[in-house]
């Protein structure tokens, strides 16, 4: 699995876009980029994730570089809601086996 | 769909004790992984499951075992408790590694 390399906290302002980056310079060729957050006391909570091209959902938007190299996860409008940990993760999908390796995260602190 | 159910929400053991831990999956998920974080880190992987076998293990000791069973629950199952197994135990299900990983909100397990 690819080691990740995040910022241990950033703060963003409450209606800002909140921008979480992330590098992964050794991901494989095969490995998925996933983000997973966690509020305090509950389980990890899937967000989104990509393999080359950029991704969006209902939660959030998944930038990825074209080398692969690094990644941000965008939160176009942060609430006080969206203040967690984020973990960016490398994880292969194969074989129905993914092994998915938390590092330890960057705490996000959204402020009103 | 009801999500990832875990049980119990808190527990506490005594040393050299046994315990196990049980995880109903989301529904039509047939693949389980197991977690464990200790206070203030990422989740560590234990293992995973996939269609009742056993398809990938972490660094984790021989002690930790587990099972899923035909409907796709599961249980860990650890032997011989130690002081720095206390910590949360997540449980977390996918469909085939497609998307991302739904988790419970854990287990607290504390070993005195």
């Known amino acids: 699995d690819a080691k990740t390399t995040q910022p241990p906290s950033m703060d963003c302002a409450e209606g800002r876009a909140a921008n979480l980056p992330c590098n992964h310079s050794t991901i494989s060729g095969n490995e998925y980029v996933y983000w997973y957050r966690q509020i305090h006391s509950q389980g990890p909570q899937y967000i989104i994730h990509?393999?080359?091209n950029n991704e969006t959902n209902e939660m959030a938007s998944l930038i990825i570089t074209e080398d692969r190299k690094s990644s941000t996860l965008i939160l176009p409008h942060a609430t006080l809601r969206d203040t967690a940990v984020y973990y960016c993760i490398g994880a292969q999908r194969s074989g129905g086996y993914q092994k998915v390796t938390f590092g330890t995260g960057t705490k996000l602190q959204v402020i009103p | 769909e009801t999500g990832v159910t875990q049980s119990p929400t808190h527990l506490i053991k005594t040393r050299g004790q046994q315990v196990t831990l049980r995880c109903s999956s989301q529904?039509?998920?047939?693949?389980v992984s197991w977690y464990q974080q200790a206070l203030g880190q990422g989740p560590q992987f234990i293992f995973q499951y996939y269609r009742e076998e056993e398809n990938g293990r972490g660094n984790f000791p021989p002690r930790f075992s587990g099972l899923q069973f035909p409907n796709y629950s599961s249980e860990l199952n650890v032997n011989a408790l130690e002081l720095d197994d206390s910590a949360l135990y997540l449980c977390a299900s996918s469909l085939n590694s497609q998307g991302g990983y739904t988790f419970g909100s854990g287990t607290r397990l504390t070993v005195v």
């Open positions: 529904s039509g998920h047939n693949t």
């Open positions: 990509g393999l080359k």
